[in-house]
């Protein structure tokens, strides 16, 4: 069965300061891997999306960049955190397959930006 | 522009009494729905999904309804129950997109005993 992993949990981090989120998939491949952003009492926000490796689509401009090394890794970064990018930061998956829309996400990371 | 609403922010339901949560869409485009279950400070849990070609899928005390004249759809829980205490999130997908799914705000249900 497919699992999907995110560190860390929790993240306090002053202002200015650097960002990086990981998150790896295990037991599919070629997934297409998602970055979303729940602001507090707010819907969903996808912020980056990527169908393969080295392949980033950027929703919303930000301070905030994606990367994906690996088939199965994803990681979110900034060079210098805002105020405003706390949040609940959410990964998800899909399979990747026409037709196929569900996506399941990892347990999420809270990140305060002090 | 929202291109999918969830207009209750809230809604409280009696134990054992069914739950109907409710979600409309401005996009015609939009062939694939999907509610997803949230717990505070966790990932959205899929729960069920219904293609524009049905009106109906069920799943358990899961079902949900799509009315596409009204570009509307329900999400109906029967019985209801505690652990059903959650926040609920509505999405669509557009037709040829394997990738993008557009959310609604979300609806916090609250089963009281």
């Known amino acids: 069965s497919q699992t999907i992993h995110q560190w860390p949990a929790t993240l306090v981090q002053p202002v200015g300061s650097p960002l990086s989120l990981e998150c790896t998939v295990e037991?599919?491949?070629?997934?297409?891997l998602y970055w979303y952003r729940q602001a507090a009492g707010r819907g969903l926000q996808l912020l980056f999306y990527s169908v393969g490796i080295g392949q980033i689509s950027s929703e919303v401009p930000q301070n905030l960049s994606a990367s994906r090394p690996q088939d199965r890794q994803f990681i979110l970064s900034s060079k210098k955190l805002l105020l405003s990018d706390s949040g609940f930061y959410l990964c998800a998956w899909s399979a990747g397959l026409a037709g196929v829309n569900e996506q399941y996400f990892g347990p999420g990371t809270r990140l305060t930006v002090t | 522009d929202q291109q999918v609403k969830q207009n209750s922010p809230s809604l409280s339901v009696q134990e054992g009494r069914i739950s109907i949560l409710n979600c409309d869409y401005t996009?015609?485009?939009?062939?694939?729905f999907l509610w997803y279950k949230k717990y505070p400070a966790e990932g959205p849990t899929f729960l069920i999904s219904i293609s524009s070609i049905k009106d109906k899928n069920e799943d358990g005390r899961f079902t949900v309804f799509l009315n596409k004249s009204a570009k509307h759809l329900s999400l109906h829980i029967v019985p209801s129950q505690p652990g059903d205490s959650a926040v609920y999130f509505c999405?669509?997908?557009?037709?040829?997109?394997?990738?993008?799914?557009?959310w609604g705000a979300g609806t916090k249900l609250i089963i009281k005993p």
């Open positions: 999405a669509a997908s557009p037709k040829r997109s394997n990738y993008q799914l557009i």
């Open positions: 996009n015609s485009m939009f062939d694939y």
């Open positions: 037991g599919t491949s070629n997934p297409n």
